[in-house]
């Protein structure tokens, strides 16, 4: 069923609800009426009975317009707890969506971090088992040490900082 539809069939109960209790409030007009006009009959017994059951036709009416503009104040009240509940509904799957992406996130960022503890005790510990006894500032700066001609490069010497690095992180 389409809304449109539900709307039409809300509104068909809803012109008859209110014609019912149109034509209620009219009959209890129309009641008030005979009663005011019937007010000065000398008999009590008589006048009370009449009471009576005004007091009776009162109630009902009363009860019947009160539960008709209720049930219309409730279902606004529901319809209106609907739609905040379909928008907590949203708004808690966006909030799952975004915490999900910053876990993700998260997850990444500490993987790249722990790959670089990985590179960084790499590059600490090639310096540190370096050796670099018998080099001279020449050797240790040069591409190809023997062609400089001064010394010969030592078998597991750091000569080129930059090019590590350069392999390490490209």
């Known amino acids: 069923m389409t809304d449109q539809s539900k709307s039409q069939q809300s509104g ?33 017994i008589v006048w009370q009975r ?8 009162e109630a009902v009416v009363f009860t019947a317009v009160g539960w008709l503009f209720g049930r219309e104040v409730s279902r606004s009240a529901a319809e209106s707890a609907k739609q905040e509940a379909s928008d907590a509904k949203e708004d808690a799957t966006a909030a799952r ?9 998260a997850a990444t ?4 971090a722990a790959e670089e503890r990985v590179r960084s005790h790499m590059v600490a510990s090639i310096i540190e ?5 018998g080099t001279t500032p ?14 010969s490069r030592p078998t ?8 590590l690095m350069r392999d390490l992180y490209s």
Do not use: C
């Not at 960022?109 to 790249?112: F, L, M, N």
């Not at 088992?129 to 006894?133: I, N």
């Open 156 to 163: 597991h010497a750091v000569i080129d900082l930059k090019a």
């Open 109 to 112: 960022a500490e993987q790249k």
């Open 50 to 57: 009449r009471v009576y059951i005004f007091g009776a036709v």
């Open 129 to 133: 088992h370096s050796d670099m006894a």
């Open 12 to 44: 068909a109960k809803w012109t008859w609800q209110f014609m019912v209790a149109v034509g209620l409030l009219l009959a209890f007009a129309a009641l008030d009426v005979v009663m005011m006009a019937m007010a000065n009959t000398p008999d009590e």
């Open 138 to 151: 020449a050797t240790v700066g040069s591409k190809d040490a023997s062609a400089a001609g001064s010394g």
């Open 97 to 105: 969506t975004e915490a999900k992406k910053k876990t993700e996130d």
